[in-house]
Nanobody
Framework: QVQLVESGGGLVQPGGSLRLSCAASGSRFSAHTMGWFRQAPGKEREMVATITSGAMTNYADSVKGRFTISRDNAKNTVLLQMDSLKPEDTAVYYC????????WGLGTQVTVSS
């Protein structure tokens, strides 16, 4: 049974930084594409960034140049470094793994506000 546990969310001022972490268990982590999605109030869930088993990355246009996704296969962890945060980045951020189906974490709240 795949389990994904996010951490690192919180309240930050515009222009600030946060780093999200996702710890995965129950799967051969290194073989799977993983990533981060987010959902703001009243909006659909959207892709933020993904990283393949070969460390190829893909980003939403809205976060390119500000967010960086990485993975540590030895620690079964995927990270999202978020810099130059904007109020429109406020959302619940979900860790995601694909292994014949979609797996989701419970989410962590990120609030960008002065």
């Amino acid at each position: 049974q795949v389990q994904l546990v996010e951490s690192g969310g919180g309240l930050v001022q515009p222009g600030g930084s946060l780093r999200l972490s996702c710890a995965a268990s129950g799967s051969r982590f290194s073989a799977h594409t993983m990533g981060w999605f987010r959902q703001a109030p009243g909006k659909e869930r959207e892709m933020v960034a993904t990283i393949t088993s070969g460390a190829m990355t893909n980003y939403a246009d809205s976060v390119k140049g500000r967010f960086t996704i990485s993975r540590d296969n030895a620690k079964n962890t995927v990270l999202l470094q978020m810099d130059s945060l904007k109020p429109e980045d406020t959302a619940v951020y979900y860790c995601w793994l694909f292994n014949m189906r979609h797996y989701w974490g419970l989410g962590t709240q990120v609030t960008v506000s002065s």
